[in-house]
Each structure stands twice: as structure tokens, then as C-alpha cells.
């Protein structure tokens, strides 16, 4: 069955950088995009990025641009979330999510994982 | 890159149905038939429900439905069960990006 397994996410002061990776199994993940959706303590969800299924294409919230960077390395079924200059906005579960859509519009999520907390804070 | 306008609390008794609307623009929801409905109970990921304004994937009941209208989509829940008892967020496509609704809370009463 389908399974994505979150990593990486901590206690980090404002600033710094973070990785999140995204283990991924039970489907061939070189076929579909991948997605990273956030949710605040308490709040509701925002999306963060998706990147295509050969990683031709990658696209940002405006909140994140130019700070996070979404990459995947098919060989090792891995997605990642290269998080820079983090704010105490950015706190969140951050959920790696499986992009199912056919037509390119990426607005279809099918799958999602347990979620790994990120935490920005002094 | 402004969140869609859901209200933020619906009930309704079993048996009866619920309607959540979700409000965007022309540059959203209006803009295009990529519109999807996510069911999230606390403490978890959240699930699809709807896609492409009107979809359902394998496996959720018909007793879920989406539309749209304009710029306003809505998710309507029939024959409410106990378990229908949730968050719910539309999203839309909305240009080279994807934005949620505020989420509404169904109260099953």
C-alpha cells in the first residue's frame, strides 16, 4: 500500500535552516509529483510547494518562495522540503502528500503522511 | 494568494444534509474545474473527498457530492452519519499554485 514517511522536522531557532525528507513506497514514484502541505497549531491548511514527477517543474507558495526549495531523488523514492531563513511563521506540521492529478493542474492529493512537526522558535 | 472563504461551523442531525459553501475569485475557484474537498479528524492527515469540482475517488460514499457555481464551489454531505463528524477544506488550483479554504467544522448533532 501506499506509504510516505516523514522526517526531519525539530525545534529550530529563527534563521536557521531545516531539511524534511519524504520516504515514499508502495507506488512508482517516478510517475507522480509530490507536495508539501503545512498546518499551524490550531489552523488550517497551507500549501508549500509541488514539484513534478522528474522534478522538470517546481512550483511555490509566495510565502516560501525564495526561501524553501522542493527537490526528489527517484532513484532513492525520496522527496525533500530544503527549508532557509526560517520565521516563527513557519511553524507546522508539514505533511508530504502524493500529487494524483493527470491534467497538470497538481490539485488532486490522494495520499498524505503522518506529518512531522517543525517548531521555529528562540 | 488569499485562503477561500469557508463558514466555519455546520451541523446538521444524522439522517439530515449539510452544505459547505467555498468562496474564491475568478483567478481560483472561478477560474477553473480544479476544485477539491479534504475530510480531516483531529490528530490526522487529511483525506480526499472530492476532486475536479465533482469527483469521487474510489472508495468515498456517494453520500458526498461537490458543485460549483461562479466563483463559489460547495460540498454537500447526504444522509449524515456520525463519523461524517470533521474538518473540512476545499482547495483550488489557482494559477501555478494551489490555495486552501479556511476550513469548516461539522457538527454532527
Known amino acids: 500500500q501506499v506509504q510516505l514517511v516523514e522526517s526531519g522536522g525539530g525545534v529550530v531557532q529563527p534563521g536557521r535552516s531545516l531539511r524534511l525528507s519524504c520516504e515514499a513506497s508502495g507506488f512508482s514514484f517516478s510517475n507522480y509529483g509530490m507536495q508539501w502541505v503545512r498546518q499551524a497549531p490550531g489552523k488550517g491548511l497551507e500549501w508549500v510547494a509541488e514539484v513534478w514527477h522528474d522534478g522538470g517543474k517546481k512550483y511555490y507558495a509566495d510565502s516560501v518562495k525564495g526561501r524553501f526549495t522542493i527537490s526528489r531523488d527517484n532513484l532513492q523514492n525520496t522527496v525533500y522540503l530544503q527549508m532557509n531563513s526560517l520565521t516563527v511563521e513557519d511553524t507546522a506540521v508539514y505533511y508530504c502528500a502524493r500529487d494524483d492529478d493527470t491534467t497538470g493542474y497538481f490539485s488532486r492529493v490522494g495520499y498524505w503522511g503522518q506529518g512531522t512537526l517543525v517548531t521555529v522558535s528562540s | 494568494q488569499s485562503a477561500l472563504t469557508q463558514p466555519p461551523s455546520a451541523s446538521g442531525s444524522p439522517g439530515q444534509s449539510v452544505t459547505i459553501s467555498c468562496t474564491g475569485t475568478?483567478?481560483?475557484?472561478?477560474?477553473?474545474?480544479?476544485v477539491s474537498w479534504y475530510q480531516q479528524n483531529p490528530g490526522k492527515a487529511p483525506k480526499l473527498m472530492i476532486y475536479e469540482v465533482s469527483k469521487r475517488p474510489a472508495g468515498v460514499p456517494d453520500r458526498f457530492s461537490g458543485s460549483k457555481s461562479g466563483n463559489t464551489a460547495s460540498l454537500t454531505v447526504s444522509g449524515l452519519q456520525a463519523d461524517d463528524e470533521a474538518d473540512y477544506y476545499c482547495s483550488s488550483y489557482a494559477g501555478s499554485n494551489i490555495v486552501f479554504g479556511t476550513g469548516t467544522k461539522v457538527t454532527v448533532l
Open positions: 475568478s483567478s481560483d475557484v472561478g477560474g477553473y474545474n480544479f
